[in-house]
């Protein structure tokens, strides 16, 4: 038996396991599968068994996993350059900010890494505009959230999170938020003072379950917006980039946002990229030396994010979204009252609420990945199916097979 260099573990799932639970810290609490390989919809554990990937790593996949495109254009740039900070340009930079502009129809582009980093710089951005261009005393602006939002981990995102499992013991937490019901266009607006600085909202709420708002509610609150002189920003960063079958989500809504944080998809599943996107008026409150990141922008993530746009750029996986999205409700849909309690979502993105007397949502994940699928639980009894928008019709089914399998057992 093969071990571990001074360890005696042996180099199989119980192994890695062993290693993880000694020295990593429990912030997670991941199925037991440990992936050495993938390609497109598929990933392979040290054991050699092949699961259906039903997650995309939130979204960061919507591409598949190590799709040729990206990973030749990350290869060309890992030989000529990665990093340079913006203390200096490089010849990525410009090409990657306006190719992303001419994608989401904006003006203006702010690289970042992380999702987190990208809706911290909005936040930011709309303090700003609200103190410089508003006229809102500085210190004073307010942003409107939505309750069982999810925008990120740091202390401010948490500071405005109505989950408390994200938020107990972290505080003392950043003020400067209201926080009215998803979906409600009248709290809204009841919620806006002279204060006011923007309404920061995801177009789907996807750790909420994948939460659908109703019809008309961005409209109501982009008009609300418009009359208070408030911003609009859109969260995408989960929704955005094909994953519910339009460019960006709120598209759906027929609907323009201030500003968009972007993220996950935009680095191919490859790395942190993300980018906050809008119009000049906002994105151009910023001086020289007022915000920024060393790896922000970096010419490996501007290489691999120009990868993606071109893919975007053919339509292939908004179309693929579609359709197959479709496909995925109508067989979701006839699950409910025979497992399933209830389905939502768009494009090829989906939360299923397992019905009562079932499986917990842990339990059902984990009988999913022993039938060679892989998803996870959010909020207990819910689903959350987001397979890459690579994946085959004939996968799909195969994956919603074992779905119906585990929910009517």
């Not at 092949?50 to 060309?76: C, K, M, Q, W």
């Not at 938020?177 to 006011?196: K, L, M, N, Q, S």
């Amino acid at each position: 038996m093969t071990t571990f260099a001074g360890t005696g573990l042996p180099a199989s799932t119980d192994g890695y396991l062993a290693l993880d639970e000694q020295w990593s810290a429990h912030n997670y609490h991941p199925l037991p599968v440990v992936i050495a390989d993938a390609a497109g919809a598929t990933v392979t554990d040290v054991d050699g068994k092949s699961y259906l990937d039903f997650l995309s790593g939130y979204s960061a996949l919507n591409f598949g996993h190590r799709h040729p495109d990206l990973i030749a254009a990350v290869t060309e740039q890992l030989g000529r350059v990665t990093l340079t900070s913006r203390a200096f340009h490089h010849d990525q930079f410009g090409l990657f900010c306006r190719e992303l502009a001419e994608l989401t129809g904006t003006e203006m582009v702010l690289p970042m890494n992380s999702g987190a980093e990208a809706v911290e710089s909005a936040v930011k951005l709309a303090r700003k505009w609200a103190h410089r261009i508003k006229g809102v005393p500085d210190g004073t602006a307010e942003i409107i959230v939505a309750g069982a939002n999810f925008h990120g981990r740091t202390t401010t995102i948490v500071s405005f999170s109505t989950d408390e499992t994200a938020r107990a013991d972290f505080g003392p937490f950043t003020p400067g938020f209201v926080t009215v019901p998803y979906g409600d266009a009248d709290a809204v607006r009841a919620a806006i003072t002279p204060r006011t600085a923007a309404v920061l909202l995801e177009p789907i709420q996807g750790e909420a379950g994948v939460i659908v708002p109703p019809a008309g509610f961005f409209a109501e609150v982009r008009r609300a917006c418009d009359e208070e002189g408030v911003l609009l920003i859109a969260d995408e960063i989960q929704s955005g980039l094909a994953r519910t079958g339009t460019v960006l989500a709120l598209d759906h809504e027929g609907v323009r946002a201030d500003l968009y944080t972007l993220g996950k998809a935009l680095g191919g599943g490859i790395l942190p990229v993300s980018a906050v996107v809008g119009g000049r008026e906002v994105l151009g409150v910023l001086k020289p030396g007022e915000h920024g990141s060393t790896f922000g922008g970096n010419p490996l993530a501007c290489a691999v994010g120009r990868a993606v746009i071109r893919l975007l750029n053919t339509g292939e996986f908004q179309r693929r979204s579609t359709e197959l999205g479709e496909h995925l409700r109508q067989r979701l849909g006839k699950l409910v009252g025979h497992g399933l309690s209830e389905v939502r979502g768009r494009g090829l993105w989906a939360g299923i609420d397992l019905a009562p007397g079932g499986p917990s949502g842990r339990a059902a994940s984990e009988a999913l990945a022993k039938l060679g699928v892989l998803c996870k639980e959010t909020q207990d009894t819910t689903l959350r199916i987001a397979p890459p928008l690579v994946i085959t019709r004939a996968e799909l089914d195969r994956g919603l097979d074992a779905i119906t399998q585990v929910v009517q057992a």
